[in-house]
């Protein structure tokens, strides 16, 4: 079965520096997406990025951007510049169209980001 | 705002009893998953419909069901409710055959 691990439970950053979240992942296919979704207090859960694993280029989204290393089964989130809204839950999320997660999504359990001011 | 809509917000009831929660897909959206989120389950998958029809099925009780209707929305049933259903439950949408999908607000469900 597939899982999404995220190791750090809580990570903190002074506003305007970087800071970097980590997720692995485990699964069979080779076909497949990683996703990050945050959610702030309000609770929504807002999509951040989005990398397809076909592709070998790492997306990015403004200050955000992915360092995806697929044969290390890899999937880091870089928040640059970090702005006191960028303070929330922040999830990393497997969705294949194969295999036993066929059509939903597969979340780490969290990594809450405090942002100093 | 993600254009999928949840009703009720905040839902607060008793043990036994049974609620109804219901979510609105975004224009366009064939699509709804389902899901729960629990301090000591994280984010969990419950079922998926398409087009009126089941697709697929998490880690859903059996005194949880669910039913997509033909305008598309969709109504997930939580029947003899525990504390532990307590939770924040999600619907998110999508055309269907694409992988990205958005979340509606949630309808937080306190049973006490």
Redesign the interface.
Known sequence: AQTVTQSQPEMSVQEAETVTLSCTYDTSESDYYLFWYKQPPSRQMILVIRQEAYKQQNATENRFSVNFQKAAKSFSLKISDSQLGDAAMYFCAYYSNYGGSQGNLIFGKGTKLSVKP | D?GVTQTPKHLITATGQRVTLRCSPRSGDL?V?W?QQSLDQ????LI?YYNGEE??K?NILERFSAQQFPDLHSELNLSSLELGDSA?Y?C?SNRGDT?????G??T?LTVL
Do not use: E, I, N, V
């Open positions: 993600s699509s998953y899901y994280g984010l969990q998958f998926q697709r697929a998490g924040l999600f998110a992988d990205t999908q958005y979340f607000p949630g937080r």
